[in-house]
């Protein structure tokens, strides 16, 4: 693209389909920083799973009891017992907004999460049942 880095290749399979995965270069700033600066990169994890509402299905939204017009946020699909998060997510949370700030989809989640580090608490605002509630987790 114009000579310009894109992405680094991150992981590439051996397989006949030879899919490759790269890291974006907008991620990468946010490394490169903190690389420069400390000499590690240092990150705050929920330890959850989620996907995008923007990708589910129709018949995915309607058994889940997604509005069918929702495309911000995400859907929380695992929560191992060893999470942080256990007990206070459920499977089928919706993740709608950190520490006041909307949750667009799961790459949005992620850079909001670099922000933080391990030990520091993030509130959520999770819709569950159709309410809303407000949830306060220790990163791990």
Do not use: W
Not at 15 to 26: E, F, I, K, P, Q
Not at 49 to 75: H, P, Q, W
């Amino acid at each position: 693209v114009g000579g310009e880095l894109v992405g680094i290749c991150a992981y590439k399979t051996n397989s006949t389909d030879r899919l490759g995965y790269a890291v974006s270069v907008n991620e990468l700033k946010y490394v490169y920083a903190e690389l420069k600066e400390e000499g590690e990169v240092y990150r705050g994890v929920m330890g959850i799973t989620v996907r995008n509402i923007s990708e589910m299905r129709t018949y995915e939204k309607s058994a889940n009891g997604i509005s069918l017009d929702r495309t911000n946020g995400v859907f929380v699909t695992n929560i191992p017992e060893e999470s942080n998060a256990a007990g206070l997510l459920l499977y089928g949370d919706l993740l709608t907004a950190m520490n006041g700030s909307r949750i667009s989809d799961k790459n949005d989640l992620r850079r909001k999460l670099y922000d933080h580090q391990e030990g520091e608490t993030v509130d959520l605002t999770v819709i569950r049942d159709g309410q809303e509630i407000q949830v306060s987790v220790v990163l791990q």
